[in-house]
C-alpha cells in the first residue's frame, strides 16, 4: 500500500528527475539538429523521417531494444531516460526546424542584405524569432515525457508507474490513482509553466 | 533631378545572365551603367527581372554569367558581408526585425560594425530626425509604428553607415497615395541632399518619372531601355508606349517633377 506521503513524494520526484534529465539531453541534441537541418537542405526530410520512426516504436518495445546496449542496458534508469530522450527528439527537431523556417522571409533577407553573417542571422534574428515555437516543442516534449516515464516501472526504472504497475498487479484502485493522479499533475504543471514561458517569450 | 551623368561609374552590369535552371532565364544579357549620384529607377511589371537585377548589385542573387561590378570590382571578387555593409537596403514593408525597438533597427549595421555605443545612440539619434521621426520614437516596436513610419526606419536604417549606395525595392508600394506622395517627396529632398547612388525598383510609372533620374524599363528579363524622364515619356519603343498607355500618361508627357 501507498505507506505515506513522503514515499509518493519520492517517487514522484524520481519520475521528474528522469523526466527532466531525459528532456534535457533531447534539448541538448534535437535542438542543434533542428538548426543544422535548416542550413543543409537535403538533410531535413531523413532526419525529420528518423524522428518520427522512433516516434512510432511501441514504447515498451523501445526499452527492450534498448536492453542490449552495452552502458546503457546495465542501469534501468539509464535506459529509461535514453528511450524518452529518443522519444522527445521528434517535437524538439520538427518545431526547432520550424520555426526557423517560419520567419519572416523578408525579414531574414533584409539582414541577410544588410551585410549579417549567417551566424549573426542564426542568433540575433531567426532563434529568437523562433523561441515561441521551440519552447512549444519542448512543452510538448516534456508533457509526452511525463506520460512515458510511467512506462519506465516495466523495466525497473521506478517512478510512479511503480504504483501503477502494482496497482494494476494487486487489483488495487486506490494504487493506481496513487500513480496516476501526481502524474497528471506533474504534465500538468509543465504544461501550465512552458506554456507560460512560450508566451513569454514569443514576440509580438 | 541629376542631369549630368559625367561622375563615374558606380554600378555596371556586364552581359549578365541568371537562371534557376537551364533555359529558364529571369535575366538575359543585361548591360548597365549606374553612375556615381544618379537615382536609376528601374520600372517593370511583376516578373519582369527588375528586383532580380537590384539582388545581384549586393549578391543576394550570383549571376550565371556574365559579371556585376561594384565600384569597379565584379561582386564575386568582393567579400560578401563587406559588399553588402557598404550598400544600403530597402524593401517593401521595410522587413524591419520585428524583436528589435526602433532604435536597435536603425542601429543595426552600426552595431555589427562595432562602432562605440556612444556613437551608435548618436548616429541613431541623427538618421530618425533626418527621415522625419520623432526620436521618442526609438523605443518603440516595429508594430507600434504606421506603415509609413516604419518605411521612414526602414529608410533610416539602410543609411546608418553612411553607404554610398542604396538600393530600394518598392520601399513605398504598401503605402497609402497620400503617406506615399509625402515620402516620395521626401526622398527626393533627403537625396538631393545625400547624393547617393540610387537603384530603385518600382511597377509605378508615375513614381518612376517623379524620383528617376534614368528610368530603366524591363520586360521578360530583358533591358528595354534605359533613359532620362523627359525622353522615357517620348521614346518611340513600341514597349515603352505600351507602358505609358498603361498609366494613359502618353498625352500629356510631363516627365520629371523634379
Known amino acids: ?204 | 533631378m541629376n542631369p549630368s551623368p559625367q561622375n563615374g561609374v558606380a554600378i555596371a552590369f556586364r552581359d549578365v545572365s541568371y537562371s534557376f535552371s537551364a533555359g529558364n532565364d529571369l535575366l538575359n544579357h543585361l548591360n548597365l551603367q549606374i553612375h556615381r549620384g544618379e537615382t536609376f529607377v528601374l520600372l517593370g511589371r511583376s516578373g519582369s527581372g527588375k528586383t532580380t537585377t537590384l539582388k545581384l548589385i549586393n549578391d543576394l542573387v550570383s549571376p550565371t554569367t556574365g559579371e556585376v561590378l561594384v565600384e569597379g570590382r565584379a561582386t564575386t571578387q568582393w567579400d560578401r558581408i563587406r559588399l553588402r555593409r557598404g550598400i544600403g537596403y530597402v524593401i517593401q514593408d521595410a522587413g524591419l526585425f520585428p524583436h528589435f525597438t526602433v532604435e536597435r533597427n536603425v542601429g543595426l549595421v552600426p552595431t555589427i560594425e562595432q562602432w562605440s555605443a556612444d556613437r551608435i545612440r548618436q548616429r541613431v539619434a541623427e538618421l530618425l530626425q533626418l527621415v522625419g521621426l520623432d526620436p521618442a520614437l526609438g523605443g518603440r516596436y516595429p508594430r507600434e509604428l504606421s506603415g509609413g513610419q516604419r518605411q521612414r526606419v526602414g529608410v533610416a536604417r539602410a543609411l546608418a553607415a553612411d553607404p554610398p549606395i542604396l538600393l530600394m525595392d518598392e520601399p513605398f508600394g504598401a503605402l497609402d497615395p497620400i503617406t506615399r506622395a509625402e515620402l516620395q517627396r521626401e526622398f527626393m529632398s533627403l537625396q538631393q541632399r545625400l547624393q547617393k547612388t540610387v537603384v530603385f525598383v518600382t511597377h509605378d510609372l508615375r513614381e518612376a518619372l517623379l524620383l528617376g533620374s534614368r528610368i530603366a524599363l524591363m520586360e521578360t528579363g530583358r533591358l528595354v531601355a534605359a533613359l532620362p524622364p523627359d525622353e522615357f515619356v517620348k521614346s518611340a519603343d513600341p514597349l515603352v508606349q505600351k507602358y505609358l498607355d498603361a498609366f494613359g500618361a502618353k498625352a500629356n508627357g510631363n516627365g520629371g517633377t523634379s
Open chain 1, 1 to 204: 500500500m501507498v505507506q505515506n506521503h513522503s514515499e509518493v513524494l519520492r517517487v514522484t520526484l524520481e519520475h521528474l528527475w528522469m523526466v527532466v534529465v531525459s528532456i534535457f539531453l533531447a534539448v541538448l541534441v534535437g535542438i542543434p539538429l533542428g538548426i543544422l537541418i535548416t542550413r543543409w537542405p537535403g538533410l531535413d526530410k531523413p532526419v525529420l523521417g528518423g524522428a518520427n520512426i522512433i516516434q512510432t516504436i511501441p514504447s515498451l518495445a523501445l526499452f527492450g531494444f534498448l536492453l542490449p546496449v552495452p552502458w546503457i542496458g546495465a542501469r534501468a534508469d539509464r535506459l529509461a531516460i535514453l528511450a524518452l530522450s529518443l522519444y522527445a527528439l521528434l517535437p524538439l527537431i520538427r518545431n526547432t526546424y520550424t520555426g526557423i523556417k517560419g520567419v519572416d522571409h523578408s525579414v531574414v533577407e533584409a539582414g541577410r542584405g544588410m551585410g549579417m553573417t549567417d551566424r549573426q542571422l542564426l542568433f540575433q534574428v531567426e532563434l529568437p524569432l523562433a523561441l515561441g515555437v521551440i519552447i512549444a516543442g519542448v512543452r510538448v516534449a516534456t508533457v509526452i515525457s511525463v506520460g512515458l516515464a510511467t512506462i519506465a516501472a516495466a523495466i525497473g526504472a521506478g517512478g510512479l508507474g511503480e504504483y501503477i504497475f502494482r496497482g494494476l498487479a494487486m487489483v488495487n484502485n486506490q494504487l493506481i490513482l496513487a500513480g496516476a493522479i501526481p502524474a497528471a499533475a506533474l504534465a500538468l504543471l509543465a504544461d501550465v509553466s512552458l506554456g507560460w514561458l512560450e508566451r513569454r517569450l514569443s514576440p509580438s
